[in-house]
T-cell receptor
Framework: DADVTQTPRNRITKTGKRIMLECSQT?????MYWYRQDPGLGLRLIYYSFDVKDINKGEISDGYSVSRQAQAKFSLSLESAIPNQTALYFC?????????????????????FGPGTRLTVL | DAKTTQPPSMDCAEGRAANLPCNHSTISGNEYVYWYRQIHSQGPQYIIH???NNETNEMASLIITEDRKSSTLILPHATLRDTAVYYC???????????FGTGTSLTVIP
């Protein structure tokens, strides 16, 4: 079974509709992220959450909201979808680790991504 | 926050080493260099990361210059399945965000 799942995998909707994309994880990680990907623009961070009570805006949060219902669940909502929100959306999780022996004791991260949700807004 | 610069595309012959460069001239002392790859429309996949020393795992090797201003990801024997977009990322200090950029599209040619 996949560690990070997203539902739905594909969705077509109309302008003005409310849409919710859901993400679930079985990795036990506290940190969860939502990204969108547009052709030629790489991945851009929408929102992230470091635990159930923590929500932070990313690069492009306008027009989106999120809910962290539990450690394992992080939902992304488009309150009133518009065509330029047509994109591929990815959820990710991570857990910081400390690498021993390094100067400064710097922590590092490995992010684990879901399979993506392709959203089309007509 | 340190950003990265990568060539937009590269080709590599199957079986040969693929060397993917990345410039990160504004990297700060405690920032790691990460490499991820994304195979067509799938979720990105972690490959390797490093701070100062060269690193190797079962997937690839990472060579970081002494001044840490650039690095190279090496896939020692590229296969057709290595065709993907490769992202070089420097971890931002604030908020633990990752800036993915546009990456390098690697095509492995039979």
């Amino acid at each position: 079974d996949a560690d990070v799942t997203q539902t739905p995998r594909n969705r077509i909707t109309k302008t003005g509709k409310r849409i919710m994309l859901e993400c679930s994880q079985t990795k036990g990680h506290d940190r969860m992220y939502w990204y969108r990907q547009d052709p030629g623009l790489g991945l851009r961070l929408i929102y992230y959450s470091f635990d159930v009570k923590d929500i932070n805006k990313g690069e492009i949060s306008d027009g989106y909201s999120v809910s962290r219902q539990a450690q394992a669940k992080f939902s992304l909502s488009l309150e009133s979808a518009i065509p330029n929100q047509t994109a591929l959306y990815f959820c990710a999780t991570s857990e910081p680790k400390v690498r021993p022996g390094l100067a400064g004791g710097s922590s590092y991260n490995e992010q684990f991504f879901g399979p993506g949700t392709r959203l089309t807004v007509l | 926050d340190a950003k990265t610069t990568q060539p937009p595309s590269m080709d590599c012959a199957e079986g040969r080493a693929a060397n993917l460069p990345c410039n990160h001239s504004t990297i700060s002392g405690n920032e790691y260099v990460y490499w991820y790859r994304q195979i067509h429309s799938q979720g990105p996949q972690y490959i390797i990361h490093g701070l100062k020393n060269n690193e190797t795992n079962e997937m690839a090797s990472l060579i970081i210059t002494e001044d840490r201003k650039s690095s190279t990801l090496i896939l020692p024997h590229a296969t057709l399945r290595d065709t993907a977009v490769y992202y070089c990322i420097v971890r931002l200090n604030t908020g633990n965000q990752f800036y993915f950029g546009t990456g390098t599209s690697l095509t492995v040619i039979p």
